[in-house]
């Protein structure tokens, strides 16, 4: 009986604990606004009261906000909001007006095949700069940004280096900037990619291609983690880095491996080994990049 009246007591507290707060947080009038815009009873709301003062904070910093570069929201371009569903709140991120602009800019001129939102949404304004490890590539891409505003037909860059270290987040933040100023960019995770034009045999398998070879800038992501075949070695990565070369179109690749590892790596396809076929497309690497190494702490983990 005593452990009983003991969860009683607790769960009257608890309760009058949750009334109390709700009943301070509507003293907010923009709290108060919300909660009668979502049309939800206050025996409802109440059970919320934490995650909806989130959401109004980060309406009032929406407010105050003039572009995407002074967002305060803790994800850039969006803002935490609640949906009713099924008698209970539901809080998902939107994206702000200047968030949408921002994707209706870039639709026409930056495709991604297979990439996550964090990567086709990569911002140089949200690159980490406190990593000294970085230092070089950051001047790197910086005096690419330069150098392309007035020679299209520059070297990209052949990145490589430890996992995590953000090496995509990166090249893929120089290429939504290039893509911003009107560049048509294309970044590809390479294994996936390969999947999916293997798919697309029957389909749009020429336009995906036709695309990857042509586009201005185009990024191959994580080459070197894909099972190598003969149909992928020379028909597909062999077919694109010989196009680009022909016309001169920047191009950047990243890997895990070096170039020394990556022509071991593609020398073989399944058991069989054809060491003149690698070196024929780490040459073709060469003539396309330039070569660096970002070691860095992983930033995955």
Not at 27 to 34: A, N, T, W
Not at 112 to 132: C, V
Not at 139 to 146: E, G, N, P, S, T
Request: positive net charge; glycine residues 4%.
């Amino acid at each position: 009986m005593t452990t009983y009246g003991d969860e009683s007591v607790d769960f009257k507290y608890n309760k009058q604990a949750l009334v109390e707060s709700f009943i301070n947080a509507s003293k907010d009038p923009d709290f108060k606004k919300l909660v009668t815009r979502l049309k939800v009873k206050d025996e409802i709301a109440m059970k919320y009261t934490s995650k909806l003062q989130d959401s109004v904070c980060e309406l009032k910093n929406c407010a105050k906000c003039k572009c995407l570069e002074e967002c305060k929201n803790r994800r850039k371009g969006a803002v935490y909001y609640p949906s009713v569903q099924n008698n209970m709140l539901v809080f998902n991120s939107m994206a702000c007006k200047y968030q949408k602009e921002y994707d209706a800019k870039l639709e026409n001129t930056a495709v991604s095949f297979e990439e996550p939102y964090q990567i086709r949404t990569a911002a140089i304004s949200d690159i980490d700069l406190t990593d000294k490890k970085r230092a070089p590539l950051i001047k790197w891409i910086k005096d690419f940004y330069k150098k392309y505003q007035t020679d299209k037909h520059i070297k990209g860059l052949y990145l490589h280096g430890s996992f995590g270290s953000g090496k995509t987040y990166i090249i893929a933040a120089l290429l939504n900037e290039l893509a911003k100023n009107g560049a048509k960019t294309v970044m590809m995770y390479y294994p996936r990619m390969l999947v999916d034009l293997k798919e697309s045999f029957s389909g749009d398998f020429a336009t995906k291609m036709n695309l990857i070879q042509n586009c201005d800038v185009l990024l191959i992501d994580d080459l070197g983690a894909e099972n190598v075949t003969g149909w992928n070695r020379d028909e597909i990565l062999g077919t694109i880095l010989q196009s680009r070369m022909d016309n001169s179109l920047p191009t950047f690749i990243t890997s895990n491996l070096n170039k020394e590892e990556l022509e071991e790596h593609l020398s073989y396809a399944g058991s069989e080994k054809n060491v003149l076929k690698a070196k024929r497309l780490i040459e073709r690497v060469n003539q396309l990049t330039e070569d660096m190494e970002l070691i860095s702490k992983n930033r995955r983990v």
